[in-house]
């Protein structure tokens, strides 16, 4: 079994955005960036699964600018076996993400393409689905446990109720939430293996794929500010506040 | 054009949330519609035609919809949408399931989860977990919109009565097979929808502990709510995070109690009307978004707040 993941470079979740003073996006320059966490547990799951001897390649995949890659980098340092960035500058919506990842499909031809459920900057949480819609693949979304078992997978899934199971046929996406695993930390000897290990690049205007935005990004704001609240000195106070200033209880 | 909503519903009753994406819906275009798949759906099929924004439903019914496979439902949608200038759905795991795999099908760029609707083209959503709002423009034919439910106020349940149009079901995905759901009861408010929210951090210590929260929330009639932390710490099942990896709830009053506030956690929950702090680390960035903060033990202060609950003469539910 031949497993794609697919990662995504973004600015590191530690970071506390700044939005840009012309209201055009948020600050990215100096500012560190990561890998999208759940792209991470979305390769160490695959990386997990072929040390299971139930895989045989993980190949990760990013789309994007030039430092993209770095997320590539990072998860052959952690156990891919061979990496492709597609290289695309601006704004990419996840609508042309799965138009460029479909092309890589077809070429590749894996078995299972896994990726984070969601990627924390712009929130959308659209790729892996509208790529299972675009090759009529079986779409496992949310998952915090993967059995793998000959050519179907059970995937547990994280929802609003609790959990759900499912059961799909290879091949099949499955998007992976942060409670799938615990990402493994790179090794110093791994990451000097991974520079050697192949990157291919292909530009995504040779895929023939349309990425032009469909949606105009026509402001970005700080949300609103909470008032700066009071400390109370004791929890007689706080309870005489609730009932008798702000009514709430 | 009109503006088709998705209705998420058991089988036995619509999900709350529909309500509120109805009135997302009915601020895009007056006139709504919507469509209902499921499975013995009836009584859904009739709360969903007696919403007074919704002018007209569309039913159907199949064994396969039982379950809410996105693979079976977004055929059924796909083909409706010819008629429609938008999709809307709710943000939750039912819509954030099925949207995109529609907006696909339809080549369409989806908007997720918006706030607000500031034209039939233009939404408001938060970006970077809520620590950004920005302003989108749909230049797409036909938009595919999710909503936050919790932005929007629910609209009224009865008093319509859309007519029903049953519809033909789409073929069965094959490859994708419902095994179980694992769904956590519980006799108190749900999460999303409480009026309080009593929750607990990694400040707990235990999963013992979280008695000391039980016990504030069966006095105040509240849900439990837990951080990221606490739920990693194994102290809560996860079904109680708040946060941007959990729900995002907006109580009247929510109570953080061993919460620290880190930015995951404030993504979901700093729209609450009221918050109250409970921790014994003045620094804490909970502090910064809470309207009363108690910097105190909180070992010591459950007990207390528990005692000051009891000698007040009534408290509201």
């Given at each position: 079994?031949?497993?794609l ?7 590191d979740?530690?970071v ?5 003073e ?7 320059d100096?500012?560190k960036?990561s ?7 979305a ?7 072929k ?13 994007g600018e030039?430092?993209?890659?770095e ?20 704004i ?14 077809d ?38 446990k993967?059995d ?21 046929n ?9 409670r ?6 790179a ?9 050697k ?11 023939g ?23 109370v ?10 009932k008798n200033?702000?009514?709430v209880? | ?5 998705i209705?998420?519903h058991?089988?036995?009753e619509?999900k ?10 009915s601020?895009?275009d007056?006139?709504v ?5 499921g ?6 099929v009739?709360q ?15 064994a396969h ?48 989860d ?12 938060p ?8 302003t ?6 036909k ?5 936050r439910?919790?932005?929007f ?7 319509g009565?859309?007519?029903?149009e ?21 006799d ?5 929808t ?23 929330a069966?006095?105040?009639?509240a ?26 709830v907006?109580p ?8 620290s506030g880190?930015?995951q ?27 009363y903060?108690?910097e ?22």
């Open positions: 079994m031949k497993i993941v697919a990662v995504k470079r973004v600015i979740y530690n506390q955005i700044r939005v840009k012309d209201g055009t996006g948020v600050v990215t100096n500012v960036m890998t999208n966490p759940p792209d991470d547990n390769i160490e799951e695959a990386v997990k699964i040390e299971a001897g139930k895989a045989t390649e993980v190949v990760a995949i990013t789309v030039q430092k993209a890659q997320t590539v980098r990072k998860a052959l340092a952690v156990g891919a076996d061979r990496g492709i960035h597609v290289k695309a500058d601006g990419l919506e996840p609508l042309a993400v799965s138009k460029i990842l479909q092309k890589i499909v070429k590749e031809k894996p078995d299972l393409v896994f990726m984070g459920k969601q990627a924390i900057d712009d929130d959308c949480n659209q790729t892996g689905q509208m790529l299972s819609a675009l090759l009529n693949w079986p779409q496992a979304t949310f998952a915090s993967i793998v078992k000959d050519n179907k997978l059970e995937v547990t899934r994280e929802i609003d109720e609790g959990l759900e199971t499912i059961e799909i290879v091949p099949a996406i499955v998007t992976c939430d942060l799938l695993n615990e990402p493994r930390y090794s110093l000897p791994n990451i000097m293996k991974a520079k290990k192949p990157i291919e690049e292909i530009a995504a205007s040779d895929l794929v349309d990425v032009s935005p469909r949606l105009e990004q026509l402001k970005v704001e700080e949300p609103p500010k909470r008032k700066a609240g009071i400390k000195a004791n929890v007689a106070e706080l309870v005489q506040k609730l200033e702000a009514k209880i | 054009m009109a503006v088709l909503l209705a998420e058991n089988n036995k619509l709350p949330f529909t309500l509120n994406a109805a009135t997302a819906a601020q895009i007056s006139d519609h919507a469509v209902i798949i499975q013995n759906s009836a009584e859904a009739k969903l035609s007696e919403l007074p924004v919704v002018k007209k439903v569309f039913s159907v019914e199949g919809y039982e379950n809410f496979t996105a693979e079976n439902f977004a055929p059924v949608i796909v083909k409706l949408a010819e008629n429609y200038s938008h999709i809307v759905c709710s943000a939750n795991t039912f819509g954030k399931n099925l949207m995109p795999r529609i907006a696909a099908h339809l080549d369409t760029s989806q908007v997720s918006i706030i607000k609707v500031i034209s039939p083209d233009t939404f408001l959503r970006i970077y977990a809520g620590n950004a709002f920005a989108i423009k749909s230049n797409d034919a938009k595919c919109v999710t909503i439910p919790t932005s106020d629910p609209c009224e349940s009865t008093g009565s859309g007519e029903i049953k519809i033909d079901a789409s073929e069965e995905f094959s490859n994708t097979k419902f095994i179980k759901r694992e769904e956590i009861k519980s108190r408010p749900e999460l999303g409480a009026r309080i929210v009593v929750s607990g951090g990694r400040g707990m210590q235990s999963g013992d502990n979280f008695k000391l929260i039980t016990e504030i069966d006095k105040l009639g849900a439990i709510g837990a951080s990221r932390a606490a739920v990693d710490a194994g102290y809560i099942s996860n079904d109680h995070q708040v946060g941007q990896t959990g729900k995002v907006v009247d009053l929510y109570i953080a109690i061993g919460i880190a930015i956690h404030l993504a979901g929950m700093k729209e609450s009307k009221v918050i109250v702090a409970i921790n014994k680390d003045g620094e804490a960035p909970i502090f910064s978004v809470a309207d903060g108690l105190a033990d909180l070992f010591e202060a459950i007990p207390q707040f528990m005692e000051e609950l009891n000698k007040l003469n009534t408290i509201q539910k």
